[in-house]
């Protein structure tokens, strides 16, 4: 089992950054896919970012390209997402979710698209935006 929790969500005003944490636990495998997905309110969830914790290679929706950045700490468990820019739009909860069922990290792109097909998640953390 794999525990995820997330931290450093909060209010910003428009232009501003912040850095998300996403801290695991558990039954961590060194190859797998890390990502952020969030939720704003009255949509549906949408995926922001996978990291291949293998390499360090990382996905992101198109959406928040050139403007957030996913980074992992491995000797700490960590998945941190940076994000810079932010708007109004970016406002929703923000979800830490991790798969470690393929070695190989080829399917990491995939789960960017796929929203629900992580095995792990957390329960999240709420970034505000405001104008």
């Known amino acids: 089992q794999v525990q995820l929790v997330e931290s450093g969500g909060g209010s910003v005003q428009a232009g501003g950054s912040l850095r998300l944490s996403c801290a695991a636990s558990?039954?961590?495998?060194?190859?797998?896919?890390m990502g952020w997905f969030r939720q704003a309110p009255g949509k549906e969830r949408e995926g922001v970012g996978v990291?291949?914790?293998?390499?360090?290679?990382?996905y992101y929706a198109d959406a928040v390209k050139r403007r957030f950045t996913l980074s992992q700490d491995r000797a700490k468990n960590t998945l941190y997402l940076q994000m810079t820019g932010l708007r109004p739009e970016d406002t929703a909860i923000y979800y830490c979710?991790?798969?470690?069922?393929?070695?190989?990290?080829?399917?990491?792109?995939?789960?960017?698209?796929?929203?629900?097909?992580?095995?792990?998640w957390g329960k999240g953390t709420l970034v505000t935006i405001s104008s």
């Open positions: 558990g039954y961590i495998s060194r190859y797998g896919c």
């Open positions: 990291i291949y914790t293998g390499d360090g290679s990382t």
């Open positions: 979710a991790a798969d470690f069922g393929t070695r190989s990290g080829a399917n990491c792109p995939s789960f960017v698209g796929d929203v629900y097909a992580m095995d792990y």
